[in-house]
């Protein structure tokens, strides 16, 4: 997912009124009883996903929560003491997908099955300008020989995922492992290869999965390559070695994001850093609290969540069956409820 400095979480928040404004956005104020199954939930392990971020918010408010949430006993009574539910809501339906941190097989060096390279971001590369699509860049051969290779992977598809996630893990040939995270893009707009697999009538919308997506190409040596560059956005990388290999993968906020606890949102309208209560209906419903730790440029909207369901092929599989309505619940501190929501 798209890298965030954590100074600008503050920003964010002071501007989330103004941009809700622009967007029509409705803000309701709940109770805890509203929620479905809130009494149930693990609230210690959501505080302790809470704690790993809410440092680095410089907003009063939050800091003093913060500061206040390292001292609870109570984690549930900590929650419903200082924050209130708050529905925001902009006309558009729950949508919520999942997420998941690949893991690759790779090496250092080019040779044998390992020919799909990942790259560093290129110092040309400008941030909000627009470079080379994928198909220039993959067909051109652009970045051949400029020494930007991170490492090299046996499936193309693999990459193309990675750069859809946004950050993984990489298993080398020589027993090590690294990890990658988000650097850059080429500043082309993503488009969908699933859908584009259902314009053609290759698949039904309900049909279409990352392993679908994955073993069609693979079946198809000539078309597949070329599906894969119907999307023309191209994502670099760095290496990100400092996070330890027991814990996630960073999110929009630098740090470290959890398995089932954290969430990609709209950062324009939920702060980033914020506990969020979300209902997912489904095959596998889920309600539970989670913390908004992360970013994503297909999460847009106040009823839109991406599920974080953690590393390896199974998260994947179980990120990918994830197209769920539901409702979600914004924790915010009382007094910033109440202003959002001033005739309650």
């Not at 693999?158 to 850059?184: E, T």
Request: aromatic share 10%.
């Amino acid at each position: 997912m798209i890298l965030l400095r954590a100074a600008a979480c503050a920003a964010l928040l002071a501007a989330t009124a103004v941009v809700a404004q622009a967007r029509e956005v409705s803000y309701r104020v709940m109770e805890f009883a509203d929620l479905d199954g809130w009494p149930d939930d693990d609230h210690e392990a959501a505080l302790q996903t809470f704690l790993n971020t809410c440092g680095d918010l410089r907003d009063g408010e939050w800091a003093a929560l913060c500061a206040l949430a390292r001292t609870q006993k109570n984690a549930r009574t900590f929650f419903e003491l200082f924050f209130r539910p708050v529905l925001v809501e902009d006309g558009d339906p729950m949508l919520f997908t999942g997420y998941y941190e690949p893991e690759l097989r790779g090496s250092r060096h080019q040779g044998g099955k390992y020919q799909y390279p990942i790259y560093r971001l290129p110092p040309e590369v400008q941030s909000g300008q627009t470079w080379y699509s994928r198909a220039e860049i993959e067909e051109n051969e652009v970045l051949a020989g400029k020494g930007l290779e991170i490492a090299w992977i046996d499936d193309p598809v693999d990459v193309f995922f990675l750069q859809i996630q946004g950050s993984g893990r990489i298993r080398l040939d020589d027993g090590g492992k690294i990890r990658v995270g988000y650097a850059g893009k080429n500043g082309h707009d993503y488009r969908s290869i699933g859908r584009e697999l259902v314009r053609r009538g290759v698949y039904e919308a309900h049909q279409v999965s990352a392993d679908v997506i994955r073993n069609w190409v693979k079946r198809n040596p000539v078309e597949g390559p070329e599906l894969l560059r119907h999307n023309p956005s191209y994502v670099f990388f760095r290496e990100v070695n400092e996070v330890p290999a027991d814990r996630g993968p960073l999110g929009a906020m630098n740090r470290s994001i959890t398995r089932l606890r954290s969430i990609a949102v709209d950062p324009s309208i939920t702060p980033l850093g914020a506990p969020v209560w979300i209902e997912k209906g489904g095959r596998d419903p889920m309600h539970r609290l989670m913390i908004a730790q992360d970013t994503g440029s297909a999460i847009k909207g106040a009823q839109r969540a991406d599920i974080f369901y953690g590393t390896g092929k199974a998260a994947g599989r179980a990120a990918g069956r994830v197209r769920d309505p539901g409702r979600m619940y914004v924790l915010l501190p009382i007094q910033k409820a109440f202003a959002l929501a001033p005739g309650f």
